[in-house]
Each structure stands twice: as structure tokens, then as C-alpha cells.
């Protein structure tokens, strides 16, 4: 059975994607002082920031492990690919991460100085800011709920799933679903992706991100997003 502390994580859960779908905006607790007013990316930045995010994850896909993303598990994924998504792509930076210029590649976000700060800047629980953040306070603190169909997810949403005493994020890469295994070795990073189709039909009906699912709270977006 569930802890009583699981429990009451999922039914806060619960109530931020009732509130959310009642068109209530959603408030973090722990955001406090100047990060009430968090900058935001405009619509065109912001698809700009997916372009990249997903390009960065196939990038991890395709080559396997990178030394850059150091923390490999499903939050550190986010946190590895929002950072590097946010930070200046030159040829130094693609060298770095092994992505070809013979590729066509998203535009530049041409970040304000504030927008840029964005990077390594999340919202832990307890309100502290820093360069780490669990997958629950992913969702919790640094993204909004969407909704629980998958129809309504965008490049770069997050899918969140509570299993109780753990928590799991996937990332929408469109056609397909990028996840950590939880696994790594030497030259495995643990990345994975599924098409959409194969995971809502998942053997273990934990894992299909539908509505009927006790454990899929739903799909988030960053909420420096617009």
C-alpha cells in the first residue's frame, strides 16, 4: 500500500490538475519574493527552446552517453536539456556536444540577460533556488499542468507519473516519447524513446499515459514558457 505520505503527494497532485482544468491558475507555494514575477520567454523564443530541447535529447539518443549530461536519471534529463537548450549555441557549444552544422538546426532564442539566468535556476521545494530540483518539484514548482490527454502535449512537455514512493517524467518529443530506464553502464546512458501509439497500449498499464490511469498525473509545460 501506499505511504500516507505518497498519499498525500498524489492527492495535491490531484488538485493542482482539478484546479488547473477549472481554469483556476495554478500557484507554487514555494515561489516567494522577485520569483513570483518569473520572466517568461515570448511565443517565438519559446519555440525556439523546443526546437533545441528536442534536438539535444536526439542528439543523446542517437550518440549515447555525453559527459555533459552528468546526473542520468528521468529529472536529470530536464534539467540537462532545458540547460543546454538556454545556453548560447556556438560552434564551441556544438562541438561540445557532438551536434553536426551540416543539420538544420533551430533558431538562436536571443535571450535577454534575465532570460538567460533562467539556466540552473529552479524552484526547489522549500522555495530555495538552485541547480537541482527532484522530478516532483519539476512539476510542482517549475511547470504548469496542461491536461491528462496526451492530444494536448507540445515538444518538451513533461509527463509526470506517481507511482506512490516514486515519481517518473517522460519527455513529448512528438511522434515519440523520450524516458530513462533508470539504468546506466559505461556506454548506455539509459535514454529511450517510444513511440506514442506502442506506450498507450504499455504492457504495464502503469505506464500509459491516459486518463484512466491512477498513476499518470498529466501532462506539464516549463512555465517560462508562453
Excluded at 25 to 31: F, K, S, Y
Excluded at 55 to 76: F, K, M, S, V, Y
Excluded at 159 to 177: C, N, P, T
Aim: glycine share 6%.
Amino acid at each position: 500500500m501506499a505511504s500516507r505520505h505518497a498519499m498525500k503527494r498524489r492527492m495535491a497532485l490531484r488538485v493542482l490538475a482539478a484546479a488547473c482544468t477549472a481554469a483556476v491558475a495554478p500557484r507554487a507555494h514555494a515561489l516567494k519574493g522577485p520569483l513570483q514575477q518569473q520572466v517568461r520567454l515570448s511565443q517565438e523564443q519559446s519555440r525556439a527552446f523546443q526546437g533545441w530541447m528536442l534536438r539535444i535529447i536526439n542528439a543523446q539518443l542517437e550518440q549515447g552517453p555525453t559527459p555533459r549530461w552528468q546526473h542520468r536519471d528521468c529529472a536529470g534529463l530536464v534539467r540537462f536539456a532545458v540547460n543546454e537548450a538556454l545556453s548560447p549555441h556556438d560552434a564551441k557549444w556544438l562541438r561540445a556536444n557532438g551536434i553536426a552544422t551540416d543539420r538544420r538546426l533551430p533558431p538562436e532564442l536571443d535571450l535577454t540577460g534575465e532570460q538567460a539566468a533562467l539556466r540552473n535556476r529552479w524552484v526547489q521545494t522549500g522555495g530555495q533556488v538552485g541547480h537541482f530540483v527532484t522530478a516532483i518539484a519539476l512539476v510542482q514548482h517549475n511547470s504548469k499542468f496542461i491536461a491528462r490527454e496526451v492530444s494536448q502535449a507540445q515538444p518538451g512537455d513533461l509527463l509526470f507519473f506517481d507511482q506512490g514512493d516514486e515519481q517518473h517524467l517522460m519527455v513529448w518529443m512528438g511522434a515519440r516519447i523520450a524516458y530513462h530506464t533508470g539504468t546506466v553502464t559505461t556506454d548506455d546512458n539509459g535514454l529511450r524513446a517510444v513511440d506514442i501509439k506502442q506506450l498507450m497500449t504499455w504492457k504495464d498499464t502503469r505506464w500509459q499515459p491516459v486518463a484512466s490511469n491512477p498513476n499518470f498525473a498529466g501532462i506539464f509545460r516549463l512555465s517560462f514558457l508562453s
